[in-house]
């Protein structure tokens, strides 16, 4: 299957958000990757109540771990996105196949995934008095600036 873009959510906690995000992939053909432990529960019950009619469209997969997702993902080309980052989202150049890379609702990605591609750190700027923005919210901003750069380039 075509997956123009990647988007991993690592150890998400808040289903809403997780709901959110995958309804965004299925908006632009993203596939969508979850590295567990997630802090909820991924059954079709929860699903229907949760009104998630688009979810059987959502490609996903979901790794025990970080290391299990560099195995599946080995190419994956990978946006850090994390307040701490120097450059801007857009200022990356997203290309077919990337992966945007979040961390959880409550604190962030872990220190090792930002050393591992400290020039691939992104951010999304924001006045101070923020501390940060919703999970849901950082996903779309980055996944439309994303399709919004490799729009053209697809086939």
Partial sequence: MYCPLNVVLFEPEIPQNTGNIGRSCVAVGAKLWLVEPLGFELTEKRLRRAGLDYWQYLDLTIVQNW?????????????VFTKHAEHSYVDAKYDIGDTLVFGNES?????????????????????????????????GIAIYEAQRQIGAQQP
Avoid: F
């Avoid at 290391?67 to 946006?79: A, F, T, Y």
């Fill in 67 to 79: 290391d299990q997702l560099l195995q599946q993902l080995p190419d994956m080309n990978p946006w």
């Fill in 107 to 139: 604190s962030g990605l872990p220190a090792h995934i930002h050393d591992s591609w400290t020039e691939r750190c992104v951010r999304i700027p924001m006045r101070t008095e923020v501390r940060s923005l919703n999970l849901a919210t950082t996903a």
